[in-house]
């Protein structure tokens, strides 16, 4: 079955520094889409970055990258130079399957927190 | 601004009651997701609606029911409300009906709290 696990329920980081969220998921399907989104604490959820399976370059934009790690079917979320207004929950999240019509399945979460 | 918008972004009702959430997509995109975010938990799927009609159904339960109109958009109906039933309901929006790929866009949420 597919699955993403977020081994960090939360973090603490220093402002300036880079921030590394680990994100490992399962699958047996050869084409998939991991995603990341950031939820801050009034609510939205917003969109950050995205990482094909078949993509041969690590996902970019602005200061967040994905490190994708095919083989080892990890995914982490590299945040650069954290400001304050970073501090939020971060989901990563994978299309399922065509049986579960391409849904997403999302990770727990981890919820980051920016010390200034 | 993601372009998808929620209507409203707060409600308070008491047990028993019926709500309508309404959703208008990104322009263009033609599937609207529904999700519910209970408090300190992840987002659940509950259905999507792919150009009007019924594409996937998660775990919605039968006092909830949602239809997506000729114009796009979309409304979410919960009757016989609990108390469990509070929580953040979210529309996300996307351009395809499905396959591996491609973002979904979230509108910033209706709270819904029932007394």
């Known amino acids: 079955a597919q699955k993403i696990t977020q081994t960090q329920p939360g973090m603490f980081v220093q402002e300036k520094e880079a921030v590394t969220l680990d994100c490992t998921y399962d699958t047996s399907d050869p084409s998939y889409g991991l995603f990341w989104y950031k939820q801050p604490s009034s609510g939205e959820m917003i969109f950050l970055i995205y990482?094909?399976?078949?993509d041969q370059q690590n996902a970019t934009e602005g200061r967040y990258s994905l490190n994708f790690q095919k083989a080892r079917k990890s995914a982490n979320l590299v945040i650069s130079a954290s400001q304050l207004g970073d501090s939020a929950m971060y989901f990563c999240a994978m299309r399922g399957t065509m049986d579960s019509n391409y849904q997403l399945i999302w990770g727990a979460g981890t919820k980051l927190i920016i010390k200034p | 601004d993601s372009g998808v918008t929620q209507t409203p972004k707060h409600l308070i009702t008491a047990t028993g009651q019926r709500v309508t959430l309404r959703c208008s997509p990104r322009s263009g995109d033609l599937s609207v997701y529904w999700y519910q975010q209970s408090l300190d938990q992840g987002l659940q799927f509950l259905i999507q609606y792919y150009n009007g009609e019924e594409r996937a159904k998660g775990n919605i339960l039968e006092r909830f029911s949602a239809q997506q109109f000729p114009d796009l958009h979309s409304e979410l109906n919960l009757s016989s409300l609990e108390l469990g039933d509070s929580a953040l309901y979210f529309c996300?929006?996307?351009?395809?009906?499905?396959?591996?790929?491609?973002?979904?866009?979230f509108g910033e949420g209706s709270r819904l709290t029932v007394l």
């Open positions: 996300a929006s996307s351009v395809k009906a499905g396959g591996p790929t491609g973002e979904l866009f």
């Open positions: 990482q094909g399976s078949y």
